[in-house]
Structures are given as structure tokens and as C-alpha cells.
């Protein structure tokens, strides 16, 4: 560089720090509650969100287990919490195991701690809304989008820092008054999380009940996720850096940016359906509730003409979408890990965008596979499987450039690599076990069955859940200064992958026998006798297996708490601002980056995953680093 341009870049340097220098001061200024409570740092925003939504994930997890209690032992007390729930809750939700015969002897058991079928319905639909709304939702995109993506584009914030604090507030709140729903009379709401109609109108007869509070938090979390989508397309079109053109985006900022249209124009719908499922449980309209509607042997008062297929269209409108909400922000995360940890660039990076960009559009016209067994015509059915069939290819095109990028590759299998490498297997399992449900003849047969619990959470649960702690073990030192404990994150990995499979895969296996989700008892009703035919003892006994594979995943998540709380002042110290000898921007900035983000103006001359060019000093190039014989796709506009 000659001496010209070095002082050119000193004085422009040393202009930005001043102003730097300024703006941090007046930072530090601010007290507690407006640093840490209403920040507008998107930063801050970013760690709000990972750690609320890291709380509810454990939370929705606890019900789980919960559950799993009850399917493998129904009627029995649940130890430890049993008690607890009783005092907290009362017997119109947690029961006393009944006197049995035990040797010809009547003995009083007494042990009150026995989930009543309310309660299990409560936790079975709050587990789906927190797991799903509370937790990956927010954790994918509103803590790893808050934090990476303005570092990523070389931005010194989001564009509406005040609309980003808002977003964040609107999700607490909203969480907040799901959780309030369990101490309402009646309880949480019992309709499942996807809160049909009619039933989520006639389930409760208290008011306001729980679906009530379902129904308000769903519009604050809903007008929480419109927010940040407003602001996370704004600032990707408008705050990137000089010279990072559409193509040389990093492929997590794509999937960001793919997710955000998803949220914006899937959302409103939901939201509209919301407010009008409201008026029919407060206010005594019917827009849900059908003509002649009959509930437990009496004609309910209403002045019907409402559609319950309304409620089912507008709610899938949003919830298949939203399936590609929670994944492809994990399709990111592993491509920018995958990318580090082969030292070579990503195999097909146009490819994998057009294919993002196909999924976000496709994600709009195949909600129907859901509906199925409502009677609709073959030719309506026809469409949505061939759309349904068709989503898979840009699904499979993501997947397939992944796996041959680690083709060649110097592998190096540190803990964010081997949760990025478990998530591609995890991923296509999920995926395939899909294709039966998106044909009508074979859904008809496993719609509603634990096949779909099991093809689901394998989509979510060792598919994005293993993206996300990738993620959070890959940029902890970015936000902490400090490395997570290689050894304890291997020990997590290894039971968790362990356990997920143990947990999940013979749920696909009871799904094909015929059991039915939303068993109270596990199924032990359907038990088949020498006169009837129905489930087996087999397979009903597979209940037990799965619940000690969930409790076992529940303890296998002891080590990564652990680790995360005592390595933010404990862990090994990290040695530069890039440890990981990555090419993107974020790892340009100090560490932990400062309000404003970068030290001086960032300039991008290539592309995203220069590793390993020949010639070069270091086996990786960074995006912002000169070059007169540069490797990226020329600047375009």
C-alpha cells in the first residue's frame, strides 16, 4: 500500500474514531435500564433474544418431559414436580392416584401429583406455541439475525434501532402473558397450538380462559416478529457495506433476508384470524362457528354461519411458511460453519440462494397437504402434492451443495462443526419422512398419527435446534471474548445426537401402527384384545423408551448449560478478533464489537467464502481485505 493511500486511510480512520470515540462515551452515559432493558443496540437486542429465548426453550422442554410421564405411566403421580404442580395448580388439574389391587388387597395410594387430561392438553398445546413461537422463532431470527446480520452486511446497526427495541419488548410481553394463562382459572389454553375452531371457542367455559390469553399473546408475538421483518429487509437493502453486492452476501444474511418475507407476509393472516377468533370466544360472533354447532349433547347458542376451514386455512397459511422460517436460518448458520471448517468455498453459493429464494416462494402455495382429510376435491389435492413435491427440490439443491462442499475439504471437527454436520442427516430424515405426508392417499393414513410428531420434530429438533447450537457455540466468542469448553461441547453433542434419534425414531414406528397423537393415555385405550383388533402391547410399550430417551436428553443439556454460564467468565480467552480464521465481516470488528460496530468505513472487494486461494499468505481471504489479484465476482449493483 503506498504511503498516499496509508495516510488517506489514517486520517479517515482517525475521523471515524473520533466519532466513534464520541458515540461511545455518550453510551456509557446511559444508565441500566436504558443499556441493558431498552437498548437499541442491536447487539444487545441480539443477546435479549438468545437468552429469553433460550429460558422459554428450556421451559417448553420441562412440559415435555412432563408429558412423557404421563404417556409412559398414566394415572401415576409425576415424582419430584407432582406435588409442587398439585399446590400450584389444584385437583381440577393435577389429580390423587387412585386405590389399586395390589395382591387381592385394596391399597389407598393417595400421591396427589396425577396429570388430569386438561393439564396434558394444556402442556401439549402451550409446548408447540413456546417451542415454536417463544423459542426457535425468536432464537433463529431474532437473536442470531439481530446480532450477526448487521455485523455480516458491514453496518454500524439495524436501520430502525427504536422499531428493533420495540420488536423485542412485543416478544417478552407476549411471552409473558402465555405464561400468566397457567395461573387463570381453568388454565392455559387446551385446543393445541394450532388452536382450532370450533373448539378453541367451546373448550372453556371460563372468561376470559386461557385461549384467551393464547390468543393476545400470539398478536403481541405476531406484531413482534412484523417488526423486525420491516426492519431486517430495510437494513439489508439500504446498510450494506461499499461493494458488497447482492452476490457476495454471506449465505446466513440470504436467509435472513428470505425469512423476513416469509414473517411479513405470512404473519397479517394469522394475526386478522386471531382478533376474529377473539370476537367469537368474547364477544359472541361466529365467525369460526358453523350453523347447528352441538357441543357435549346440547345446541350451542350461536348465531353460527361461520366456517371452522376458515380458521384452518388462515392458521396454515402461516404455519407452513413458518416451518421454513425455523429452517432456514439454520441452513444458514451451517453453511457459514460448514464454509470455516472445510477451509474451502461453498460448493454451488448461486445455487444455494436461487433455491432460498424458490423455498420462500413455494412456502406460500402448499398449506393445504395440512388439510387433507377436510374433504377437499382431488383436483385441489392434486396441486397442493405437486407443489408440496416441488418445494423439496430447492430443499434437496441446499442440501446436496453442503454435501459436496465437504468433499476435499480439511476437515476440522470442532463442536460447531459436528452439530453442523449432525443437522445434514438430521435434516434429510426429516425431510424425506415428509414426502408420505404430502401425498393424499398415504396422508390419509398417518395424518394425525405420531409419524407426524416424529417427521416434524425431526425437521426442528436435531434439524434446527442442532443449527442453533452451532451457532451459539461458533459466535460466543465473537459476543464474549471467550471460547465455550471444547471438551463439554463434544460430551453435549454425543448425547444429544444419541438421544434425539432414540427419542424421536420409534414415534415413526408407533405413527404407522396406527397410534393417534394427543393421547392423553398413551394410547392405552386402542389397546387390542384377542376380540379387537387394535395397538399391541408392543407398541405402546415403546412409550415408556421414548419418555426415558427425553429425560435423558433433558440431562444431556446440563453440560451445555454449564458451559455456557461459566465460560462467559472462565472460558479460554480468545487470542485475536478472528479465531476462527474466517473470511466474513462480522469477524473484522473488535471483540466484543463496539457500539457502532467497526472502527472505521468497511470496504468488501470479494466474495463470501475465499478459503484457501492459492498464493495467498493465510488460507483464507477476508471479504474486506485488498486485493489487486481479488478472486470474487466482480461489484454489481
Not at 393417595?110 to 401439549?124: A, C, I, K
Not at 439489508?236 to 461499499?242: D, T, Y
Not at 473488535?590 to 493465510?618: A, C, D, L, Q, W
Request: aromatic share 16%; net charge neutral; proline share 6%.
Amino acid at each position: 500500500m503506498d504511503s498516499a493511500h496509508s495516510a488517506h486511510s489514517h486520517t479517515h480512520a482517525h475521523d471515524h474514531d473520533h466519532d466513534h470515540d464520541h458515540g461511545h462515551d455518550e453510551h456509557h452515559e446511559l444508565g441500566f435500564w436504558q443499556k441493558y432493558i431498552f437498548s437499541t443496540d442491536h447487539k444487545v437486542i441480539g443477546v435479549q433474544y438468545g437468552i429469553t429465548a433460550l429460558l422459554f426453550l428450556f421451559f417448553g422442554f420441562v412440559l415435555m418431559m412432563m408429558m412423557r410421564w404421563q404417556l409412559a405411566y398414566p394415572g401415576h403421580a409425576m415424582p419430584i414436580v407432582g406435588k409442587f404442580l398439585y399446590k400450584i395448580l389444584g385437583p381440577s388439574m393435577v389429580g390423587v392416584e387412585p386405590d389399586q389391587m395390589v395382591n387381592g388387597v385394596m391399597v389407598a395410594k393417595g400421591n396427589p401429583g396425577v396429570m388430569m387430561p386438561d393439564l396434558y392438553n394444556s402442556f401439549g398445546a402451550m409446548h408447540g406455541t413456546i417451542m415454536v413461537f417463544l423459542a426457535i422463532v425468536p432464537l433463529a431470527f431474532g437473536a442470531f439475525g439481530n446480532f450477526v446480520t448487521p455485523l455480516q452486511i458491514g453496518a454500524p446497526d439495524m436501520t430502525f434501532p427504536r422499531v428493533n427495541m420495540v420488536s423485542y419488548q412485543f416478544y417478552f410481553w407476549g411471552g409473558v402473558i402465555m405464561l400468566a394463562s397457567f395461573f387463570i382459572p381453568g388454565g392455559a389454553a387446551k385446543s393445541g397450538w394450532t388452536s382450532y375452531s370450533p373448539l378453541a371457542t367451546v373448550a372453556d367455559a371460563h372468561v376470559p380462559n386461557g385461549q384467551t390469553f393464547w390468543i393476545i399473546g400470539m398478536v403481541f408475538l405476531i406484531t413482534s416478529s412484523l417488526l423486525g421483518a420491516v426492519n431486517f429487509i430495510t437494513t439489508i437493502i439500504q446498510l450494506r457495506a461499499k461493494g458488497l453486492s447482492w452476490m457476495r452476501l454471506p449465505f446466513f444474511v440470504w436467509a435472513q433476508f428470505v425469512t423476513a418475507f416469509l414473517l411479513l407476509l405470512a404473519f397479517p393472516p394469522l394475526e386478522a384470524a386471531g382478533v376474529l377468533q377473539l370476537m367469537d370466544n368474547l364477544l359472541g360472533t361466529s365467525f369460526f362457528l358453523p350453523t347447528g354447532l352441538v357441543v357435549a349433547g346440547q345446541a350451542s347458542v350461536v348465531s353460527g354461519g361461520g366456517s371452522p376451514l376458515l380458521w384452518q386455512h388462515l392458521f396454515w397459511f402461516l404455519g407452513h411458511p413458518e416451518v421454513y422460517v425455523l429452517i432456514l436460518p439454520a441452513m444458514g448458520i451451517v453453511t457459514e460453519i460448514i464454509a470455516n471448517n472445510t477451509r474451502k468455498p461453498i460448493w454451488g453459493y448461486r445455487s444455494m440462494v436461487y433455491a432460498a429464494m424458490v423455498i420462500g416462494f413455494l412456502s406460500f402455495i402448499v398449506w393445504a397437504h395440512h388439510m387433507y382429510l377436510t374433504g377437499m376435491g382431488t383436483r385441489i389435492a392434486t396441486f397442493f402434492q405437486t407443489t408440496t413435491m416441488m418445494i423439496s427440490i430447492p430443499s434437496v439443491i441446499i442440501l446436496t451443495a453442503l454435501f459436496i462442499s465437504l468433499w476435499g475439504g480439511s476437515i476440522r471437527f470442532n463442536t460447531p462443526m459436528l452439530f453442523a454436520l449432525a443437522f445434514l442427516p438430521m435434516f434429510g430424515i426429516g425431510g424425506l419422512t415428509g414426502l408420505p405426508l404430502g401425498f393424499n392417499a398415504s396422508d390419509i393414513h398417518l395424518h394425525d398419527t405420531y409419524y407426524v410428531i416424529a417427521h416434524f420434530h425431526y425437521i426442528v429438533a436435531p434439524g434446527t435446534i442442532f443449527g442453533l447450537f452451532a451457532g451459539i457455540y461458533y459466535w460466543y466468542p465473537k459476543i464474549t471474548g471467550r471460547f465455550m469448553s471444547e471438551t463439554w461441547g463434544k460430551v453435549h453433542f454425543t448425547l444429544s445426537f444419541i438421544f434425539m434419534n432414540l427419542l424421536f425414531m420409534p414415534m415413526f414406528i408407533q405413527g404407522m401402527e396406527g397410534m393417534s397423537r394427543r393421547m392423553y393415555d398413551g394410547g392405552t385405550f386402542y389397546l387390542g384384545t384377542d376380540q379387537v383388533h387394535g395397538l399391541s402391547n408392543w407398541v405402546i410399550g415403546l412409550n415408556r423408551n421414548i419418555s426415558m430417551a427425553a429425560w435423558a436428553l433433558g440431562l444431556a443439556q446440563i453440560p451445555f448449560i454449564v458451559n455456557f454460564f461459566y465460560s462467559i467468565n472462565n472460558g479460554k480467552k480468545i487470542t485475536n478478533d478472528n479465531p476462527w480464521g474466517a473470511t466474513t465481516l462480522e469477524w473484522q470488528t473488535p471483540t466484543p464489537p463496539p457500539h457502532g460496530n467497526f472502527e472505521k468505513p468497511i470496504e468488501v472487494f470479494r466474495g463470501p467464502y475465499e478459503y484457501s486461494v492459492p498464493g495467498h499468505v493465510t488460507d483464507y481471504t477476508t471479504q474486506n481485505e485488498p486485493d489487486k489479484h481479488s478472486h470474487g465476482n466482480p461489484v454489481r449493483s
